[in-house]
């Protein structure tokens, strides 16, 4: 059986990747968008990955060696020292997003418990730890460098994840 993987590339390797991937006859999934860049001198149109690092391929996963073996793979991810497996569901929506010209912004995954610090606005350089989750784009968070719980909402853009938390990364 067939499962939707994530493979962690070496940095911008993901056309690489998928390119190779789909050399071997490996069913690959490089989710894009366009977005205008400046260069010295003009602007121009460029298709970017929607997940930096990261192309999905849907494989048995007793075959996981053959995507190891690829030109610019660095891992596959795993929690637990278990390949990470994503929805067929999951994949057709980034897909149908992407097809139905939504504009889609990644933006950093944040859980309850997570250790964050504010990197903008005027609590700039202050960390804490997200406590609550309050619809989108707002957090609240405690402050540990005053040791006190106080509510203050924060837009997500605004905040960058610290080192560890209580919750499973993908594992290297």
Do not use: C
Not at 48 to 76: C, D
Not at 129 to 154: L, M, P, Q, W, Y
């Amino acid at each position: 059986m067939e499962h939707w993987i994530a493979v962690y590339t070496k940095s911008r390797h993901e056309k690489v990747v998928y390119d190779q991937l789909t050399t071997k006859n490996i069913e690959a999934y490089l989710p894009t968008i366009r977005q205008k860049r400046k260069w010295s001198d003009r602007y121009k149109w460029v298709d970017v990955p929607l997940f930096r690092s990261y192309v999905f391929a849907k494989i048995p996963l007793k075959n996981s060696l053959f995507v190891l073996q690829t030109h610019g793979v660095h891992h596959i991810v795993k929690f637990k020292n278990n390949i990470a497996t994503i929805p067929e569901e999951q994949i057709n929506g980034i897909r149908r997003m992407i097809e139905g010209d939504y504009d889609p912004i990644p933006t950093d995954y944040f859980v309850l418990g997570d250790a964050v610090e504010v990197v903008g606005g005027p609590m700039s350089g202050m960390s804490g730890e997200v406590t609550r989750i309050d619809g989108e784009d707002r957090f609240v968070i405690k402050i540990d460098a005053i040791k006190h719980a106080i509510s203050v909402h924060i837009d997500r853009k605004f905040l960058k994840p610290l080192g560890s938390s209580k919750h499973a990364r993908p594992a290297v």
